[in-house]
């Protein structure tokens, strides 16, 4: 059974920074590509970045590269994302997801509890 728990949201004001992290309890989780995704209030869930499965390629949404950084470290089966420059529109609670997404994939349903960030002056 996959268990994801994310940790790191908070309030920061704009141009702020957080530094998210997901603990994963996945089969193989060395072998798994991983990915965080947002939803924002009255919106649906949004694909974020994704990481491979050896930390060596990154992908982002248009809306927040050269902002947020995704990295992982297998040994801990932790997936990190950075998040820098923090507007507004940022705010949403966040989640990780255990897989290969993109801006065209469908998202599954959340499985951890998220972890809520808040950009607000």
């Known amino acids: 059974e996959v268990q994801l728990v994310e940790s790191g949201g908070g309030l920061v004001q704009p141009g702020g920074s957080l530094r998210l992290s997901c603990t994963a309890s996945v089969f193989n989780f060395e072998s798994t590509s991983m990915a965080w995704v947002r939803q924002a209030p009255g919106k649906e869930l949004e694909w974020v970045s994704t990481v491979n499965s050896g930390g060596t390629r990154k992908f982002y949404a248009p809306s927040v590269k050269g902002r947020f950084t995704i990295s992982r470290d297998n040994a801990k089966k932790i997936v990190y994302l950075q998040l820098n420059s923090l507007k507004p529109e940022d705010t949403a609670m966040y989640y990780c997801?255990?897989?290969?997404?993109?801006?065209?994939?469908?998202?599954?349903?959340?499985r951890g509890q998220g972890t809520q960030v808040t950009v607000s002056a």
């Open positions: 997801a255990a897989g290969f997404f993109t801006e065209y994939s469908q998202l599954p349903p959340p």
